[in-house]
């Protein structure tokens, strides 16, 4: 069971941080960047995204409690916000970023910092990640020990995420357009299937089905 539970939580990690996806995007931003500068700032965005999801974990449920929304009307939203961003990924046609959005044409960011927008958020810690850090910690669901091994994961998969964009030069090379194309579909695949469960769970949950 605990198997099966660190394994859900790095399938759906994984793909909606997506970090093969993030590699043509970290490139495009940083692209009139100088080696140290993009190491920087992928050092500084991993970290910045961290500490958001973080919070949403510690604090989420909180909130949802204070406004009086149940979990299983956040888990049915929150899933079909994933399901929305899984069509997304698997129909969209082959997508490119807007590569100079706050870099001038010397490499410098016009006074934003980009490891924060748009790496950082939406990027990393997007709507995806952060509605699924809050619905893998829900706390009527998971114990105290589950929702840290969740964050365990998430870091973990936030470390590859970092290793992919050190490394995002020679992995697009590696994968080219069209691998990297084909993985996003696949993946968003995969997020499509665990947002129907959830969506699922949500409604036996608010109907109490069992």
Known sequence: ?????????????FVVVNPLGLVPLFIAITRNEPPESRADIARRGVVIAAIILIMFIAVGQILLNAMGISLSSFRIAGSLVLLVIAMRMILEDEHGPEPTSGVASDGSTRGRDISVFPLALPYIAGPGAIMASM????????????????????????????????????????????????????????????????????????????
Not at 1 to 13: C, K
Not at 138 to 153: E, G, L, Y
Not at 184 to 209: D, N, P
């Open 1 to 13: 069971m605990l198997s099966q539970h660190i394994v859900t939580n790095a399938v759906t990690f």
């Open 135 to 210: 619905l893998l910690t829900d706390n009527d669901r998971f114990s105290i020990p589950q929702q840290a091994m969740t964050t365990v994961v998430l870091l973990i998969v936030l470390a590859f995420t970092y290793g992919m964009l050190l490394a995002a030069e020679r992995v697009h090379r590696m994968l080219g357009s069209t691998g990297a194309n084909v993985l996003t579909r696949v993946m968003g695949l995969v997020l499509a299937a665990l947002a129907v469960e959830g969506i699922l769970a949500g409604i036996r949950g608010a109907f109490s089905l069992g």
